[in-house]
């Protein structure tokens, strides 16, 4: 399968992080517990995160492995 992570840093420290396996965001700072906290209960940004998984990963995966197996 394929998993989007999804990181977010400031000052070169990652606050938040969204993981597509878990399907949330998870905070690493306090001021990243307090956003994933926030964020986690938007169905909206959690659904435009999974989104992300389709529109981008999927269709760039398929891409690349055709592209693999035309080089075999």
Same mark, same amino acid.
Not at 6 to 16: A, L, T
Not at 41 to 64: I, T, Y
């Given at each position: ?12 420290? !990652?606050?938040?992080?969204?993981? %597509? &396996? ?6 690493? &700072? !306090? ?5 994933? !906290?926030?964020?986690? %209960? ?5 659904? #435009?995160? #999974?989104? !992300? $998984? ?8 398929? $891409? ?7 080089? &075999?």
């Amino acid at each position: 399968g394929i998993e989007l992570i999804d990181s977010y840093v400031f000052n070169k420290v !990652e606050d938040i992080r969204f993981n %597509s &396996t878990v399907g949330r965001f998870v905070g690493y &700072t !306090e001021h990243g517990l307090k956003n994933a !906290e926030a964020w986690n %209960s938007d169905a909206g940004l959690l659904g #435009q995160e #999974q989104g !992300e $998984l389709e529109r981008v990963c999927k269709h760039n995966a398929d $891409l690349h492995y055709s592209a693999i197996l035309d080089k &075999t």
